[in-house]
């Protein structure tokens, strides 16, 4: 567990930045690649789900995960 040491020195400002800003990025970029990647019906469909991805940092990932992949050409 030694190389867990570092978790200890973090401050509530460190964490706070990790959890409410850089984890969301995270999710969201992790989501903006897979729509990126993914193949629609229709083109105009990519380009929403882009912007719902861009807009909605924390709640569009969660829309993508949960219906935007089962909208996807398989």
Do not use: H, N
């Amino acid at each position: 567990m030694k190389y867990l040491s570092f978790i200890g020195g973090l401050g509530g400002q460190e964490l706070i930045v990790i959890f409410f800003v850089l984890l969301p990025m995270l999710l969201c970029l992790i989501a903006l690649i897979q729509c990126l990647k993914a193949e629609f019906a229709q083109a105009t469909d990519r380009l929403v789900w882009v912007i719902v991805l861009l807009f909605l940092p924390i709640l569009g990932p969660i829309l993508w995960w949960t219906i935007g992949i089962g909208k996807t050409i398989r």
